[in-house]
């Protein structure tokens, strides 16, 4: 940057930051923010809480199959495995200006937002006596998995301001 720049000169240097905001490359950035969600969602699934630090609602039935004891949302970690960097079902794309981060697993809006579902197996309750058959509406609440804390965007804003504010610097 110069020391001074002419009023009559002005615009001409504002049009060359303005490309270099432009050419800006901020891959760099989005892959650092992939980076900072996959830790922010193995830390989230470990403590069974919603980007506000809220508990998850803990599971009340679960298939004959499934263990008697097994952690929210981890009865076969598929969700987990789905919103890590490489994970089965994982979706992730990265472009100069755009970073797409999820899951592709079907049920995981499900487990997101809540939904009334119908039982298509038989289901046992957490503890207890009970017994729920196939075609039963079962309410399963929102336990909100995916999606970013404050820090975590804070993080983000970062990045892609020191990536831009390098652009401008012509770096």
Known sequence: MPDTIDLEDLGTYL?????????????PAFEQMAEDLDALHRRRFAMETGADGSPWPPWQWRAPWAPAEHR???VTSRLLASMRRGGSEHVESIGPRELTYGTAVPYAATHQHGATVTTTVPL????GAGYLRPGTRLRIPARPFAGWDDETADK??????????????GG
Do not use: N
């Open 15 to 27: 049009d060359g930051i303005a490309a270099d905001f432009d050419a800006a490359d901020t891959t």
């Open 72 to 74: 929210t949302l981890e």
């Open 124 to 127: 046992v309750p957490r503890s």
């Open 156 to 169: 983000a804003a970062g990045h892609v301001a020191d990536a831009l504010v390098d652009a401008m610097r």
